[in-house]
C-alpha cells in the first residue's frame, strides 16, 4: 500500500507563495495534487507524468503554479505563486496506481474512482 507524505502548506497573504511537497513510498506514474474547499467538491489541480514527463494543470492556476517531479526520491513538489483568495482549500496530493492513466484522472476526477492514493492534506489559507 502506498504512503504519502505531504509537507508545505500554511498561511500566507494574497499575492503570497507557498511550496507544497510529497513524497511517496511507492513511484507510479501519475502523481499531482488535488484541492478541496469547504462546501466544494474536490478537484484536480496539477499532475505530474513519470513515463512521458508531462504535466497537467487547471486553468484556474496556469501560469501560478509549477509542479515538479524528482522521480529518485518519488517526490513532488508544487510552486504555487500568487495566492488569490480563490486557492484557500485542503490540498491533497494524490497518486494513480493505474499506470496506463498517466494524469487522466486528474482532468476528469470522479469520487467513485477507486485507484487513487491520497495524502493526508495540507491547509492553504490565502488572507490579508
Known amino acids: 500500500q502506498v504512503q504519502l507524505a505531504e509537507s508545505g502548506g500554511g498561511f500566507v497573504q494574497p499575492g503570497g507563495s507557498l511550496r507544497l511537497s510529497c513524497e511517496a513510498s511507492?513511484?507510479?506514474?501519475?502523481m499531482g495534487w488535488f484541492r478541496q474547499a469547504p462546501g466544494k467538491e474536490r478537484e484536480g489541480v496539477s499532475c505530474?507524468?513519470?513515463?512521458?514527463?508531462?504535466?497537467w494543470y487547471a486553468d484556474s492556476v496556469k501560469g501560478r503554479f509549477t509542479i515538479t517531479r524528482d522521480a529518485t526520491k518519488n517526490t513532488v513538489y508544487l510552486q504555487m505563486n500568487s495566492l488569490n483568495p480563490d486557492d484557500p482549500a485542503v490540498y491533497y496530493c494524490?497518486?494513480?496506481?493505474?499506470?496506463?492513466?498517466?494524469?487522466?484522472?486528474?482532468?476528469?476526477?470522479?469520487?467513485?474512482?477507486?485507484?487513487?492514493?491520497w495524502g493526508q492534506g495540507t491547509q492553504v489559507t490565502v488572507s490579508s
Open positions: 494524490a497518486t494513480d496506481t493505474n499506470f496506463s492513466n498517466r494524469c487522466l484522472a486528474w482532468k476528469h476526477y470522479v469520487d467513485s474512482y477507486h485507484l487513487m492514493r
Open positions: 511507492v513511484g507510479y506514474d501519475g
Open positions: 505530474s507524468s513519470s513515463s512521458d514527463g508531462s504535466t
